[in-house]
Structures are given as C-alpha cells and as structure tokens.
C-alpha cells in the first residue's frame, strides 16, 4: 500500500512540475525581449531604448506581504512613476542585518545563507508589479556603503569585528578600506556568491516565472557604488576590483545568459579620479554597459547653505562631469547611463513643504544636457534620479529614520527628505514628465 501511496506522490510531483515548465516555456521570451547593448545603444525589439528612470531601493521592502511590507502604497507609487513616465527602476535586491543605527531594518539576510523569505518574495511581488507595467529593474546585488549592511557586514561577520559606521565616527577612508576588503575575502566572495546564485536563479513566487526567464530585468548590477578602496587606493588595490568586477560578471552570465550585467559605479568620482581605472573597469566583456552616478553637495563642487554663491562654479561642475564620461564611452564603445544625480532642497532643508527652486534648475540641468547628448546620437542611453519618495513622509522632528518608519528614497543613512522627491513636489514632477516626453519621443 506504502508503495503505491509513493509511486502516486511521485507521479504527481512529476506531473506538476512538467505543467509548471510548460507554462514557463510557453511563456519564455525571446532574445529580441530582452534589453542588450549593441555598440552604444541598447535595443528593445530592434528598437532604440532610453532609460527614464528613478531610484526606490526599498521597492522589494514595501512588496513584501509581511509586517514591513505595504503593497498598496507599492502599486499607487508604481502607478504614479508610470504616469510620470518612469520606464526604468533602480532597487535593492539584498539587505544584511547590521547592528549600526545607519542601516534598514529588518535586513534579508541575517547572517551567512540565513535569508528571510517574505521579504525576498518582496522583490517578486515588486518584480510582477513593474513588469505589468512595462517599467524594466536594475537590481543591484550589494552595497559598498553601509545603509544596507553591505560590504562592511559581510567582513564584520568573517572578522567578527563590529562595524565603525562612518556617520559616528566621521572616519570614511578607513570606512572605504573595510568595505573594500570584501573583493579580496575568499569566503566573503564564497557566500556572496551563494546569495548571487540564490537571488538570479530564482523563481518568482508570484508568478512562477524565473527571473531568468524575466524580460523586465535590465540588468543585473553588483553593488551599490563599488569602489577599489579610499582615496589613496593603490594599484594593487585597483588591479584586485578590476578583476573582482569581472569575475564577478562572468559569474552572472554563467547564470543568466538573457540579462546585462552592470558595476554600479559612480564613474570617475568613485574612481579616485583615475580615467584609466574607470576605463578599464567597464572594459570586461561580461559588464555591458557603463554607469556613473552625480553629487555635487556632497563632493563639495556646491554648497546647499551658499546657494547664490557656489550655483554657477557648482553647475559648471556638473556639465563637465556629464560630458566627460559620455567621452569616455565613446572610447570604450559602450552605452552609458547616469543612473544617480540628486540635490538638496533649498537652503538643505528635509521638510516636505519647503522649497526646491535649486533643485528644479539642477534637474532641468542634468535631462536637458543629457537629453541634446543622447539626440545628438552620443553614447549616453538614459538617466535614473534619486530617488522617489512618492506617499512617504517621516514624523521625526531629526528626520533620522527608525524601524517602522516610512521607507523613502533617501536612505537610513541620510536624513529622511534630504535628496528624494515627495508626490507633493509638484514643480520637480513636471520637469521629470517634460523630459520623460521628450526622451520617449526620441525613441519613436
Ligand atoms: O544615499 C546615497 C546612496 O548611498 C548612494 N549615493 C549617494 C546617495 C545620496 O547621498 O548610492
């Protein structure tokens, strides 16, 4: 009796999972599905495509159907993105449990292959929602700062070390170093890659497609603004994250053969200046495009508290820095994509009701220079702001987030307010939508 009650049991495994891989065959897309890089260009079914795009690593949070989840706030913020024109969003894929007060909480992992589940079928619930509405993700697969756990939690768990947050102890180089260190631990790499293999080869749980198989993926992105070390990273230190990057990249396509491959990187500011080492970072055959990120604050180039005084040096700035790197594609014959820019409200306020006049100039900035490049049939393919903060509001009279807090696009790191974009920031909305128009005309 055993045996047939088994065989049954076996039969009926055997029998689902064959449905479960015909539906998905039936509905695997075709390499024209999937966004690639071809010369300078990405393409869409033989067409040109332009990311118009936003930042909201927290997209997989509020797409988990637990406590810290909040589904419908997810697809009132995607429907508003979607009006606003948004094809394209940056988010998060993986957080790690950190103990320092600058990071999210809860985290998905929360120690060496221990993830929590609700909140990874968060990404699949953010992942079934964007691609019914033919908005595409970048999802990135680590961070080099602290705010997501990142780098410096994966060799506090090897070292056993706590990690110095850099926002108490003000100290980011030797902050830099740790995190850098993580390319050179063969177990930090060993687990990393697990959490790769987890996260790529993953069926989603709402839709029973693989990401894999899923065309609204544009790429896969190793981590949030890697960098080769501090500021006084040496050539070995350079030589050791070129090969990180494409070890790294050759690993995913071995994965995932429909899906780019992209570094994070913020260009040359995140690349101790050196055109070389940016250059050769994006040089891999396995990292298919390349991505720079613009921060005029906090590199200095702008002062939020002398706004009239530092505007015209701070722009001028900003223009060079986007044109230099569409230069440098040019060399390296990849697509380009500014895939983070952000300035404060006026006077570095948070309030949601303050004013945003320089802001409104410094976007309109930043679209109108990139969108006469990418007309002009320059490297450049499209942009991502950081970040959209939509519905979100924080009720801290310090702006500082804590657990249960709204997640906004700005980071625990920073205060809630500072850089992302509130759906009552009427006049920042209507630059995004002229440009976003204007940037699908432009791929008719
Ligand atoms: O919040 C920051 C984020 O960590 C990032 N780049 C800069 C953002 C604003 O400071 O990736």
Known sequence: MNKIINLSISLLLLFTTSVVFAVEQASIASKDDYISAKGTNFLLKGKQYYVVGTNMWYGGYLGSSGKVGDRARLVKELDSLKLLGINNIRVLAVSEKAEHNSAVRPATTNGFGNHDEDLLAGLDFFMAEIAKRNITAVIYLNNFWQ???????????????????????????????????????????????????????????????????????????????????????????????????????????????????????????????????????????????????????????????????????????????????????????KPLVLEEFGLDRDFGAYDVKSTTHYRDNFYRMVFDTLYNRVKAGDPIVGYNFWAWNGSARTTRSNYWWQSGDDFMGDPPQEEQGMYGIFDSDISTILIIKEYADKMHALAQ
């Open 147 to 333: 705010w997501s756990g990142g780098m410096s939690q994966y060799m506090s768990w090897i070292t056993g070390k706590p990690v110095q947050d850099p926002n108490v102890t003000k100290d980011w180089e030797s902050f830099m170093q740790t995190s850098a260190s993580f390319y050179q631990s063969k177990k930090a790499q060993d687990e990393w890659r697990k959490t790769i293999k987890k996260i790529v080869t993953r069926v989603n749980t709402i839709t029973g497609k693989s990401y894999v198989n899923d065309p609204a993926i544009l790429s896969w992105q190793l981590a949030n603004e890697p960098r080769a070390g501090n500021w006084k990273a040496s050539e070995k230190d350079k030589a050791i994250y070129v090969k990180w990057i494409n070890d790294t990249a050759k690993y995913i396509h071995s994965l995932d053969p429909n899906h780019m491959v992209s570094t994070g990187s913020e260009g040359l500011m995140g690349s101790n200046g050196d055109e070389k080492l940016y250059s050769d970072a994006h040089s891999s055959p396995y990292i298919n495009y390349m991505t720079y990120h613009m921060w005029i604050r906090n590199w200095g180039w702008f002062d939020q508290k002398k706004p009239a005084e530092t505007w015209d040096a701070g722009v001028a700035k900003a223009k060079e820095y986007l044109n230099v790197h569409i230069d440098i594609a040019k060399k390296v014959n």
